[in-house]
């Protein structure tokens, strides 16, 4: 049969000849091989001092976004949930009373929002389906617990921190990907 | 030629129009007409929207505030032009303008352009931008988003951006009672829900108030609609502005499943059948069954109107009868996401384990806040505050710290 590419090649079976049963050859060779990377860049970094950057469409952790006053944007419309292949979203509505305009910025909030992290895949498709800019896929990842409850993500764990009255805590935890307004 | 016999049979008991037509005696018995190039034979004095109704698919044409079940509604919206091509045999001229199929009765030998006209597509895009002029783009907050005809007509013909560069028209909130929710904001003045209230109630006392760009449903000084069939105007509406308040906000209508049942009911105007909106075993929404457009179906020439004791007050599965499950067309988000079954689905794992059940590493109801199984959001008489979520918070607290891997935290 002729073959599809000239680059074969037929192994020797030759036996091995005195210097090569030695091994001093291939030693040498292989120590050489073992002194050169002393002088190579380090592949690998210290992680937790240090870390990469990341690439502008990485997605790690969810967090739910405020408006520049601090109003949550979800309106538990569920299109995440229903965009969401894993079925890893759920949500309970509320009806926004009077008194809580500065909380929530509509007329319907999520009053329970969750997010099953051990079935996220972290497709990043509820971000993709949020018509009110509401979830983002943060750069935060690697989540470590020793129980599985503490995977279920609510409310309290999503939400991004207040702009106005914790701006630090904001500005870190959006990072480059949340598009609101910074103010001052 | 595609004709639907059962929808044909159902269309000439039910519509007055046919009668009508029956006394003036035309020499012809049929009329030959042509939509987009199918020909069907119809009675004389059906619209071109019915004709086109008999043929069905794209065919066509949208409509949102004709009614068939509803006499005199129809041609206000304009969204369902048709250009009319040849006027009759008799009269080969074509129609100088687009025209109102829901309003305009066929003509033998009538040639009718509905999608293959240029213009009339141009005409509906115009259309939908209109009525999109005033209508609010709340979808993720607003309960009909799923199975809004506007939604539907919008996402074929609108525009991705709006030209409209002014306010848009507001009003002042205002309670009609606790079954229905008005919004004002949301309506395209189909005038759908007042024919209902003068054809199927026996008092009306809502109608339109003001005039044009101020025109608004109202009901005079506040008065609140209390009537056993009021709730069949939130069937007729085609867009969200007359929403059912015993469900609003509990869930979006994607992720209940809807169910076919009945039930005796004591009113002899209400037919007791019904559509359940069901999230488990918990009834979310009752509506009335309907058809392939979107109307209230007919049994037996009679129009399955369904009374407020079924639609409000029958909010538990023991007071009706489930027949099975809802067919919804594949493309529809409400068949989204779902068995589709009524049974659940069987643990396979206790039958593989000889009966033995797997010791679970987490039970997702111990952990979670939502969609917990000992509370019943759908016994709430509306629409759930934040008060409520705290009360059930307690709730869920004393329950997630039972068991978790036998041990308390």
């Keep these: 049969m002729e073959s599809l590419t000239n680059r074969i090649r037929q192994v020797e079976r030759k036996p091995m000849n005195f210097f090569e049963k030695i091994y001093l050859v291939a030693i040498a060779k292989g120590m050489f091989i073992t002194f050169g990377h002393m002088f190579k860049k380090r592949p690998t970094i210290n992680y937790p001092e240090k870390t990469r950057p990341f690439s502008p469409v990485f997605r790690g952790l969810h967090i739910l976004n405020r408006d520049e006053e601090g109003r949550e944007n979800c309106t538990a419309c569920g299109l995440c949930a229903v965009a969401c292949p894993a079925e890893a979203i759920t949500m309970e509505a509320a009806e926004r009373k009077v008194g809580e305009e500065q909380l929530y910025r509509e007329e319907k909030y999520a009053a329970r929002y969750e997010i099953n992290m051990l079935r996220c895949i972290f497709c990043g498709l509820c971000e993709d389906a949020c018509p009110k800019d509401a979830i983002y896929l943060s750069e935060t990842f690697a989540p470590a617990d020793y129980q599985r409850k503490q995977f279920i993500y609510g409310k309290k ?11 630090d805590a904001y500005k870190k935890a959006a990072g480059n990907r949340v598009k609101a307004k910074i103010i001052n | 030629m595609p004709i639907r016999s059962g929808f044909q049979k159902q269309y000439k008991k039910s519509d007055s129009i046919y009668y009508m037509a029956d006394e003036i005696k035309t020499a012809t018995a049929t009329f030959k007409v042509t939509i987009d190039n199918i020909t069907i034979d119809v009675a004389p004095g059906t619209s071109i929207l019915q004709a086109a109704r008999i043929i069905g698919g794209d065919v066509t044409p949208p409509a949102m505030c004709y009614y068939s ?8 919206c304009r969204t369902c032009l048709v250009e009319v091509a040849a006027g009759s045999t008799a009269d080969p001229r074509p129609m100088p303008k687009l025209v109102a199929s829901c309003r305009t009765n066929v003509m033998d030998g009538m040639i009718v352009k509905n999608i293959t006209s240029e213009k009339v597509t141009d005409a ?5 931008e209109f009525l999109l002029i005033n209508h609010p ?9 799923g199975e809004c005809h506007l939604q539907d007509l919008g ?25 229905i929710q008005l919004h004002m904001t949301r309506c395209i003045l189909c005038y759908r829900c007042t024919f209902v209230a003068d054809q199927i109630t026996d008092s009306r006392v809502h109608g339109i108030v003001d005039r044009g760009d101020h025109a608004a449903i109202s009901t005079y000084i506040s008065k609140a609609i209390d009537n056993d069939f009021s709730g069949n105007m939130i069937d007729v509406c085609p867009v969200g502005a007359l929403t059912d308040k015993t469900f609003r906000f509990k869930n979006r209508v994607w992720f209940t499943k809807p169910v076919d049942a009945h039930r005796n009911c004591s009113n002899p105007k209400c037919c007791g059948k019904a559509t359940l909106w069901l999230r488990g075993n918990e009834v979310f929404r009752v509506t009335a069954r309907k058809d392939e457009w979107g109307e209230v179906q007919s049994y037996d020439g009679k129009t399955g109107w369904i009374c407020n004791t079924c639609r409000f007050d029958s ?16 493309h529809s988000v409400l068949g989204a996401n779902k068995y589709k079954t009524l049974e659940m689905p069987k643990e396979t794992l206790p039958a593989v384990l000889k009966g033995r059940s797997p010791k679970l590493m987490m039970n997702i109801h111990n952990v979670s806040e939502v969609n917990n199984p000992n509370i019943e959001l759908s016994a709430i008489n509306g629409p759930s505050h934040s008060e409520d979520f705290e009360r059930s918070a307690e709730h869920v607290k004393g329950a997630g710290e039972s068991t978790q891997w036998g041990m308390k935290k």
Excluded: M
């Design chain 2, 315 to 330: 909010k538990k599965t023991s007071d009706w009868t489930i027949e099975g499950l809802t067919q919804i067309s594949r």
């Design chain 2, 155 to 179: 996402y074929e013909h609108g525009k991705a951006g709006t030209r409209y560069e002014f306010a848009r028209r507001t009003f002042a909130k205002e309670d009609i009672g606790p079954y």
């Design chain 2, 137 to 145: 783009l709340d979808c993720p907050i607003c309960d009909q988003a």
């Design chain 2, 69 to 76: 079940k509803l006499q005199g509604s129809g041609g206000k």
């Design chain 1, 157 to 167: 764990d999503l939400l991004i921190p207040h702009p106005v009255n914790e701006p």
């Design chain 2, 124 to 128: 509906r895009n115009g259309v939908v």
